[in-house]
């Protein structure tokens, strides 16, 4: 049985279109990008892998079934296909870190997204020792199209959190407090 949308809504189309302008904007993905397509499409965040590239003349690259969870297999894949723009959970990310070696630079990455799971302020900082591109935190429930919030990482940013951000374009974000009541401007 169902549990989440008793009503059967769907989300628009608008919603993914709005997305996907929003995301050609903000990272301005055109026809020198290579985009890895790993997100099981299971996911909601596999969209934009397929639809940001087809949208933008970017070239899209897809990696082989459970790709996803293979370390070696990602970094290989970058390196293969010049890979500009790669999307990862922030395991995913550790765990590409913990294998990279030194001598092995990722310098065809232009950026690197995260969501899926809450970014720890440690990976931020670790990733900035290591990379030069900015490193995005995206957020978005499953309910919403995709990411509804997004935050550019700052390597000189001492916050013991990573902030998920400001909304993307025409979205809105409410923050609540315990009992589920707006809290005022600046809490």
């Not at 929003?22 to 299971?42: A, C, H, N, V, Y």
């Not at 990722?106 to 690197?112: A, D, E, I, T």
């Not at 995260?114 to 302020?121: R, V, Y």
Request: aromatic fraction near 8%.
């Amino acid at each position: 049985g169902s549990t989440g949308n008793p009503k059967g809504v769907m989300i628009p189309h608008r919603a993914i279109c709005n997305h996907m302008q929003w995301m050609l904007e903000t990272f301005g993905l055109d026809e020198s990008d290579r985009i890895l397509q790993k997100t099981p499409f299971s996911f909601d965040a596999s969209v934009w892998e397929f639809f940001a590239p087809l949208l933008s003349g970017a070239c899209l690259v897809l990696a082989k079934p459970g790709g996803h969870t293979d370390g070696e297999y990602l970094i290989d894949a970058v390196h293969e296909h010049n890979i500009t723009t790669l999307q990862l959970v922030p395991s995913a990310l550790r765990m590409i870190l913990d294998m990279l070696p030194e001598n092995k630079p990722l310098s065809s990455l232009k950026r690197v997204c995260c969501g899926g799971e809450a970014l720890p302020a440690d990976l931020q900082s670790q990733y900035y020792d290591r990379f030069d591109v900015p490193l995005y935190n995206l957020y978005g429930p499953t309910e919403a199209a995709i990411d509804s919030t997004f935050w550019e990482c700052d390597p000189d940013d001492l916050r013991t959190l990573v902030p998920i951000g400001r909304p993307i374009n025409n979205a809105k974000v409410y923050i609540l407090d315990k009992a589920l009541n707006p809290v005022p401007v600046g809490v």
